[in-house]
């Protein structure tokens, strides 16, 4: 299989974008990108184009991709997979230029919630993420369905909501300096603590807003990435995990098989350790998605996830910073593009040019679950080439 490097990188801000469409998002988000590449791109060198959407009121086609940025001539597929969408078409984009299929790829995602055409809109995106017979009629929204896990993991290990504001702040706090994000503000504990109660244990601060907004990389084989850079980043490991979409079929809410399942399968493919991670954009729908993934991913022991919060671990200047963009939580979450952002802020933060860049970070990590908990993509970037 071939190696795989990203020589460009570029996105809208996550916002509310009432004027614009997904069709004026992605040559926005494409145009950045293009012209991050280095030594340049033509856009006719592009062999393929994976889109990564969830809902929209623009729609779903793979067109889109075609008419807003003159790429009719080439293949467009259409990636769907709940908030793993992003992640999950860089991997089948990997996957194709690994294969020899094709030398350069654009993957975009994008998606526009925060306008709807119908109010309808917003719940047929919640009714594709979950079983619409036992689940989403009795009112198992993501914020439902995710509060049964956070609840049962605060059962059974020391972790309590104190932590999950430490998250709230420490995402708020990296986004307030970040011009992409939708919510450029500090907080603090006291006030996630006492926002209004989404579902218990989840209060308003715990929550990420969805937005509006698009994201793009151009991938490209090993073998041709000087043509664009002397720089890349190159995509080290990949793996997509799945578990059961019921919460009875489920033998352990206080984890996320999926998450285990996609991490160990991109661990292995880029022959490195969580402890070798420098940075990473983990999850945070709500904040105690994150806090289980940082075991999940490995970054620490069963129930001792907290003991990063505390030890100040996953702030900027800790150990292993994490959502440095400031997240789902402060930056924002258009479901179909989420992903992809996440890896437009670790090719900048291995390339040394992020907004809060994290000192020496040469290994980064993307991750993202849905589904709400039935499927998880981790993708690994690296400065250095893979051996």
Not at 83 to 94: E, F, K, L, Q, S
Not at 178 to 197: F, V
Not at 254 to 266: E, I, K, L, S, Y
């Amino acid at each position: 299989m071939r190696r795989v490097a990203v020589v460009g990188a570029g996105m809208t801000p996550f916002a509310e974008h009432f004027a614009l469409g997904v069709k004026d998002l992605v040559p926005m988000a494409f145009a950045e990108c293009a012209a991050s590449v280095d030594k340049g791109i033509d856009k006719h060198d592009i062999g393929a184009a994976w889109f990564g959407a969830v809902g929209s009121t623009d729609g779903f086609a793979s067109g889109i991709v075609a008419d807003s940025l003159g790429l009719d001539g080439i293949p467009v597929t259409r990636v769907e997979n709940s908030c793993a969408t992003g992640n999950d078409a860089i991997r089948n984009a990997v996957y194709a230029i690994g294969s020899g299929a094709v030398d350069v790829a654009l993957v975009v995602g994008a998606d526009k919630l925060r306008e709807m055409a119908s109010k309808d809109v917003l719940w047929e995106w919640e009714a594709v993420s979950r079983d619409m017979a036992w689940e989403y009629p009795l009112g198992l929204l993501a914020p439902a369905g995710v509060a049964l896990h956070v609840n049962r993991y605060f059962h059974e290990s020391p972790a309590t909501r104190e932590h999950l504001a430490m998250i709230a702040v420490k995402n708020h706090r990296h986004g307030a300096t970040n011009p992409r994000a939708r919510l450029q503000y500090e907080i603090t504990a006291e006030q996630a603590l006492s926002a209004p109660t989404v579902v218990e244990p989840f209060g308003t601060y715990d929550c990420a807003p969805l937005s509006d907004g698009a994201a793009a990389l151009i991938l490209v084989a090993e073998d041709v990435a000087d043509r664009y850079t002397d720089r890349p980043v190159w995509v080290s490991g990949v793996g997509l995990g799945m578990d059961s979409v019921l919460h009875q079929h489920k033998s352990d809410l206080t984890t996320f098989p999926a998450t285990v399942r996609a991490a160990q399968q991109a661990f292995a493919m880029a022959g490195v350790a969580p402890g070798d991670v420098d940075v990473a954009e983990v999850h945070d729908l709500f904040t105690g998605i994150e806090l289980i993934s940082y075991e999940d991913l490995g970054f620490a022991n069963r129930f001792e996830g907290y003991k990063l919060l505390e030890a100040g671990e996953t702030t900027i200047g800790g150990a292993l910073p994490v959502n440095t963009s400031g997240g789902l939580k402060s930056k924002g979450h258009p479901p179909g593009a989420s992903g992809v952002g996440q890896c437009v802020e670790l090719f900048e933060q291995l390339r040394g040019g992020a907004i809060n860049q994290v000192e020496g970070a040469r290994i980064g990590l993307a991750h993202n679950v849905g589904g709400p908990t039935s499927v998880a993509a981790v993708t690994i970037l690296s400065g250095t080439r893979p051996n």
